[in-house]
């Protein structure tokens, strides 16, 4: 076995040697599982697809996302990553690249070319993957990042979803069973299962069935509730890493001041700690790694409201240094509102979608990156209702506001968009085709450089909190 194949002993995540590996990297969002902030659609993936193939036609649909999967990571993007001092890459993908839901069960062997070739560019330059399942058949959670264009997980109560997400996985653990750099299998990407009855059987399902094949590589497995919750959970499995997901409220696109209130709650330091700890303690009950899968603010513009998030990420990336947690940043590449690099603002991509752009921010309808300031005439008279008419309603996962937006802003109103979106392509030719994608080509990217300064220190375990302001000023 090559050496560098990983494994879990205790606390420690190790190599064939016995010599302790912590990983630390990004994720690599929006790529081979695509999301509506990270590069501009409105909607669900697969709404969106549809929405380009009539406006494309198949060949140059083809082509588009082709050269989209190319241009979004090559090897300088590799070897970037590499120079942060990370060394790790977690890869989402989305389950249609692989399995199509008009012929289950049968394998798309095209559906690898991309992923292979990253894997390998990574390998390259000694950096771990991750193969993270982020959107399943018939959809793990109620969001839109599962490519779920309603707001139910029907994945929980269809066998045949399940029995759809077993053979994948083995047909995964077939192809990377002997690659040493090909870190473990991330089964389901933020669960909700509602009874939460299903999780546990599940993941034991889904592991005998990759153990069958590949008895090596190491399992990352979700909590519920959107990698929250673990207390449904019994003994751990075997070669496993149990992972939480930590966004901080400050961060979000609407949140407040770092140290200060948001969302009702009064955030600093010391509160992220007690965060992390209660979110890692069924791992450190059962002194198994800590595995922090996704993470981040968001940066709206504002230099004082990205110097206290910078200042946020620098104090998260403290606590779980301290506590030898192994991490993954959300993400490593988008159209600027959070990644490490992303396109330049006067980009082909960027010009071309400028007013749909505008006109999303206008309207709210990314959940990630939206405010619904320019809706609240619709947004508050329906609030309003539901206290008054349905004040013990609570629906899951997230409450009944989470539901209102999720039905008006990320679905009512992103649908209607997509008819715009795909009017901006039409009778676009091969040549502009490649054009637009090569904006998100490395080297026509803006590198974010606090924020990659802040990671090469925290990944170098060197602590970040303190020096944040140093590095804003070196940055500026």
Same mark, same amino acid.
């Given at each position: 076995?090559?050496?560098?194949?990983?494994?879990?002993?205790?606390?420690?995540?190790?190599?064939?040697?016995?010599?302790?590996?912590?990983?630390?990297?990004?994720?690599?969002?929006?790529?081979?599982?695509?999301?509506?902030?990270?590069?501009?659609?409105?909607?669900?993936?697969?709404?969106?697809?549809?929405?380009?193939?009539?406006?494309?036609?198949?060949?140059?649909?083809?082509l588009?996302?082709?050269?989209?999967?190319?241009?979004?990571?090559?090897?300088?993007?590799?070897?970037?990553?590499?120079?942060?001092?990370?060394?790790?890459?977690?890869?989402?993908?989305?389950?249609?690249?692989?399995?199509?839901?008009?012929?289950?069960?049968?394998?798309?062997?095209?559906?690898?070319?991309?992923?292979?070739?990253?894997?390998?560019?990574?390998?390259?330059?000694?950096?771990?993957t991750?193969?993270?399942?982020?959107?399943?058949?018939?959809?793990?959670?109620?969001?839109?990042?599962?490519?779920?264009?309603?707001?139910?997980?029907?994945?929980?109560?269809?066998?045949?979803?399940?029995?759809?997400?077993?053979?994948l996985?083995?047909?995964?653990?077939?192809?990377?069973?002997?690659?040493?750099?090909?870190?473990?299998?991330?089964?389901?990407?933020?669960?909700?299962?509602?009874?939460?009855?299903?999780?546990?059987?599940?993941?034991?399902?889904?592991?005998?069935?990759?153990?069958?094949?590949?008895?090596?590589?190491?399992?990352?497995?979700?909590?519920?509730?959107?990698?929250?919750?673990?207390?449904?959970f019994?003994?751990?499995?075997?070669?496993?890493?149990?992972?939480?997901?930590?966004?901080?409220?400050?961060?979000?696109?609407?949140g407040?001041?770092?140290?200060?209130?948001?969302?009702?709650?009064?955030?600093?330091?010391?509160?992220?700690?007690?965060?992390?700890?209660?979110?890692?303690?069924? #791992?450190?009950?059962?002194?198994?790694?800590?595995?922090?899968?996704?993470?981040?603010?968001?940066?709206?513009g504002?230099?004082?409201?990205?110097? #206290?998030?910078y200042?946020?990420?620098?104090?998260?990336l403290?606590?779980?240094?301290?506590?030898?947690?192994?991490?993954?940043?959300?993400?490593?590449?988008?159209?600027?509102?959070?990644?490490?690099?992303?396109?330049?603002?006067?980009?082909?991509?960027?010009?071309?979608?400028?007013?749909?752009?505008?006109?999303?921010?206008?309207?709210?309808?990314?959940?990630?990156?939206?405010r619904?300031?320019?809706?609240?005439?619709?947004?508050?008279?329906?609030?309003?209702?539901?206290?008054?008419?349905?004040?013990?309603?609570d629906?899951?996962?997230?409450?009944?506001?989470?539901?209102?937006?999720?039905?008006?802003?990320?679905?009512?109103?992103?649908?209607?968009?997509?008819?715009?979106?795909?009017e901006?392509?039409?009778?676009?030719?091969?040549?502009?085709?490649?054009?637009?994608?090569?904006?998100?080509?490395?080297?026509?990217?803006?590198?974010?450089?606090?924020?990659?300064?802040?990671?090469?220190?925290?990944?170098?375990?060197?602590?970040?909190?303190?020096?944040?302001?140093?590095?804003?000023?070196?940055?500026?």
């Amino acid at each position: 076995m090559s050496s560098a194949f990983l494994s879990v002993k205790g606390g420690q995540i190790v190599r064939a040697d016995g010599t302790p590996v912590v990983l630390r990297g990004v994720g690599l969002g929006g790529w081979m599982n695509m999301e509506n902030f990270i590069t501009g659609y409105s909607a669900n993936e697969e709404a969106m697809r549809q929405t380009l193939r009539a406006a494309l036609g198949p060949e140059k649909y083809d082509l588009f996302f082709d050269r989209f999967l190319d241009y979004f990571f090559q090897r300088e993007d590799a070897q970037f990553i590499k120079s942060l001092n990370l060394n790790l890459v977690r890869i989402p993908l989305n389950y249609r690249h692989f399995e199509d839901d008009l012929n289950p069960f049968v394998l798309k062997e095209a559906g690898f070319k991309h992923l292979d070739r990253v894997i390998e560019l990574c390998a390259e330059q000694q950096i771990y993957t991750i193969l993270d399942l982020h959107a399943l058949p018939g959809y793990q959670n109620q969001d839109w990042h599962s490519d779920n264009p309603t707001h139910k997980a029907f994945f929980w109560t269809h066998k045949h979803f399940q029995d759809r997400v077993v053979y994948l996985w083995q047909a995964f653990a077939q192809r990377y069973k002997d690659n040493p750099w090909v870190a473990g299998y991330n089964p389901i990407n933020e669960p909700f299962d509602p009874g939460e009855a299903m999780l546990e059987p599940v993941y034991r399902r889904i592991a005998a069935a990759i153990r069958e094949i590949d008895p090596h590589h190491i399992l990352f497995l979700e909590g519920n509730r959107y990698s929250k919750d673990f207390h449904m959970f019994g003994d751990p499995l075997p070669n496993a890493v149990y992972t939480n997901h930590l966004y901080a409220a400050p961060g979000f696109i609407d949140g407040g001041p770092y140290p200060g209130e948001s969302q009702g709650r009064y955030f600093d330091k010391e509160t992220l700690q007690e965060s992390f700890l209660e979110h890692s303690r069924y #791992m450190i009950e059962h002194d198994i790694p800590v595995w922090v899968g996704e993470f981040g603010p968001v940066y709206v513009g504002d230099p004082v409201k990205d110097a #206290m998030r910078y200042q946020l990420l620098g104090d998260q990336l403290d606590i779980f240094n301290h506590y030898a947690a192994h991490w993954a940043i959300w993400t490593y590449k988008d159209i600027g509102l959070q990644g490490i690099v992303y396109a330049h603002p006067e980009s082909p991509w960027i010009e071309r979608l400028r007013p749909f752009l505008e006109k999303k921010a206008r309207l709210g309808v990314d959940a990630w990156g939206g405010r619904e300031d320019g809706i609240r005439s619709i947004m508050q008279p329906i609030e309003e209702l539901f206290e008054r008419e349905f004040p013990g309603y609570d629906p899951k996962p997230f409450g009944v506001l989470w539901q209102a937006r999720r039905l008006v802003r990320h679905i009512l109103l992103a649908e209607a968009m997509l008819p715009e979106f795909g009017e901006l392509f039409r009778g676009v030719s091969e040549e502009e085709i490649d054009a637009l994608m090569q904006s998100f080509a490395f080297e026509n990217c803006v590198i974010r450089k606090p924020l990659a300064e802040i990671l090469r220190q925290a990944a170098g375990g060197q602590p970040v909190g303190d020096k944040v302001s140093d590095i804003l000023a070196r940055s500026a």
